[in-house]
């Protein structure tokens, strides 16, 4: 996971690090060409947006259970 | 006298590894190489005592019967790897590494993937804002989520700008401070072994 | 399509087929995974150790030194019976009395020393602003380690420092989740992109 190596990176041990696929993306739009990095990036954004959603009804439900509780 | 000859060998290992790291000259060198190649031929024997094990327990298991047609393909596997390799060598084109292309190198990633619905269900029903410590945690994850996404939201920029600075220092000074803890306690441990005192690593009495 | 793709197809759904419930397609693809995954290690090892830097030195070249790491690795072997399992103990000294020997100087130099020194950063801008992300760095670096400090009770404002650096550490692991989150689904997307385009040929 890159965030594992992150101080690393902060103190010069490494030079540079490139991070999933949007890192892939990021570098295929940097070299100009189109890739499999670029390709994933809609799919991509959208599990992330499903994943923030879960988690989102997940505390919504969590929140609305504990009021019902407290009520009772 | 079991025990002494090895404490011996690794508190003598361990010293000429230590020494070695404050000397240039071409002995030293040449000897912490030599040891490095020893640990990895070393290591190759452990893998090979690692998969006669292996086989002896799946022998066991077939012979009472549990999982038999499993325990048998997983054997037939592992045996085609060395006899293809064998037969045909392991260049690019050979079958020893269409057999890792095409079913080894597909499952695993497929086995990875899986993961993906397990974080998503884990993400609906673990990641609750119970308490400060993982109301923190979870907007650390929704921000990081959000800025890596590509999404026509306003302030994405800022957004993304904010994220790579979570990163960079409040998270990157936490993972910083397991890691000065994982070094020193490397250290003292380290030292503990080479002095004989830990000495888990010997085994039971026997 | 060629054999090839359809076998990494057909293995592909049946591992994918673990969603709906385990079954014993799963499972027999599950042990062909393991089996295959052993004996690609076993031969990559054979062929660039055992090889490359020991039978064929050794008999080829004559290097007579690597006779020392062709007993310790057969020492090991030792561990199959009781009467021998003692010889086994000298190759397993060597490798962690060496290994801490170079963790020593290294695990300081690289993951202390490096460490601490990245972390002294100034906190006064050249405009005589505060630096925040300097405050921030050198902040939550004491608190966490404040936190992982057992010698003594985490009460008071020790305690309440401790309980700082537990806030910079659900950062780092809200940081890493998503992370996570990115990379599990990358690799899905990856071989969703394989089923679609290569298997099913239903995308380009």
Known sequence: MVTTYDPYLASHQMTAMIGGLRGAAEYEKLLGMKGGGSRGMLAQSAAHLYVIFLIVLGNIFYFRNKKKGARQ | MNRQIPLIVCFSFGLIMFLQYFSNHTIARTMNLAILDYWQIIFAFTLVLGVVSYIKANMTKISRGIDRPYLIVGLLGMISMPIMALIWGIKADSPFMWMFENVQAPMASTVFALLAFFVASASFRGFRARSMQASILLGAALIILLSRSNLPIPYTEHLSEFADWIRNYPSMTARRAILIGIGLGSLTTSMRVILGIERTWLGGEK | ?204
């Open chain 3, 1 to 204: 399509m060629d054999i090839s793709t359809i076998i990494a197809g057909l293995l592909t759904l049946i591992i994918f087929s673990f969603l709906y419930k385990d079954n014993p397609f799963y499972k027999m693809a599950e042990s062909l995974l393991i089996g295959v995954s052993i004996g690609y290690v076993l031969v990559i090892t054979w062929s660039n150790t055992l090889m490359d830097m020991l039978f064929e030195p050794l008999f080829s070249n004559a290097e007579l030194s690597l006779i020392i790491p062709l007993f310790l690795g057969l020492f090991m072997l030792g561990r199959f019976s009781d009467k021998t399992v003692a010889l086994s103990r000298i190759p397993i000294a060597v490798m962690i009395g060496s290994g801490a020997g170079i963790a020593i100087p290294t695990m300081l130099y690289n993951r202390t020393i490096k460490q601490l020194t990245a972390s002294v950063m100034p906190i006064f801008t050249e405009s005589g602003g505060l630096n925040i992300s300097g405050i921030v760095v050198i902040v939550g670096l004491l608190s966490t380690l404040a936190y992982f400090y057992f010698s003594r009770e985490h009460k008071g404002k020790f305690g309440a420092f401790a309980k700082l650096g537990t806030y910079f550490l659900m950062i780092f692991f809200g940081t890493t989740f998503g992370y996570t989150v990115m990379s599990r689904m990358s690799t899905f997307i990856g071989r969703m992109e394989f089923l679609l385009s290569d298997f099913l040929k239903i995308t380009q």
